[in-house]
């Protein structure tokens, strides 16, 4: 089963990501992750990455296809994977298509009040990658992933003025993969608005048929 999470930035492709690896045993490919294990290896690709995640801009076409594409030859690829983040242009979505068949998109929906909100509680563990909110999904102990104990942070995307920009950007270059996943018939609706355990269920009808 190979699956894309579309959707604007915030909106829980990551939350809900993972509980779709952990039900089919799927990999979770996030090309924001892997981006990020970049940065923080200090790697030629993290400071050239960096440039653009900390202006809310995507990163050049040709640097995230040549990176996922690497991914998606790593064995565990075999029997399926869960794309998050990618693609994110018409350009990628076309280089993906020579890769790999897709089977389904699903496209997640809510207001943009919605994830701004989420986007701005967001905190993420320094060590394990867990997602926590400050509101939604606190942790049990103040700025302390409970998982691994790890340090939770607020990544510099989350700030107020690139969270708009990252929006603008969703709306001009990502929205667009909408109507083209439509157009080839693979297309399913979620609504977001809901909890992630309500929005898991519905993915998991979706999956099911
Ligand atoms: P990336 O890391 O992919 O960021 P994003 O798509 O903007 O998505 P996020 O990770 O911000 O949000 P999400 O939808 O996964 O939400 P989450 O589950 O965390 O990309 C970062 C940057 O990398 C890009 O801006 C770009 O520069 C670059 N990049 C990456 N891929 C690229 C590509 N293909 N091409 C070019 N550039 C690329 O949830 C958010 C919060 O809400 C959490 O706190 C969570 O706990 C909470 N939450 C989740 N679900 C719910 C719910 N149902 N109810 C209440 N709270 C919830």
Avoid: W
């Amino acid at each position: 089963m190979n699956i894309i999470l579309l959707g604007p930035p915030g909106i829980g492709k990551g939350t809900i990501a993972k509980m779709i690896s952990a039900k089919y045993r799927l990999p979770h490919i996030s090309t924001g992750d892997l981006f990020r294990e970049n940065i923080a290896k200090k790697t030629k690709l993290g400071d050239e990455a960096k440039k653009y995640m900390d202006a809310g801009k995507l990163v050049p076409d040709n640097l995230v296809i040549d990176m996922l594409a690497d991914r998606l030859e790593k064995t565990d690829c075999k029997n399926g994977f869960i794309l998050d983040g990618f693609p994110r242009t018409i350009l990628q979505a076309k280089a993906l298509d020579k890769i790999a068949k897709i089977d389904v998109v699903i496209n997640f929906e809510a207001s943009e009040k919605t994830t701004i909100k989420r986007l701005g509680g967001r905190r993420t563990c320094s060590k394990c990658g867990h997602i926590y909110h400050l509101e939604n999904m606190p942790p049990k102990k103040d700025g302390i992933c409970d998982k691994c104990g790890g340090r939770l942070y607020l990544r510099d995307d989350d700030k107020p003025e690139v969270i708009k920009q990252r929006l603008k950007t969703y709306n001009e270059l990502t929205a667009p993969l909408i109507a083209y996943y439509s157009g080839k018939g693979l297309l399913k609706e979620i609504n977001a608005e809901k909890t992630p355990k309500e929005i898991f269920e519905d993915v998991v009808g979706v999956l099911k048929q």
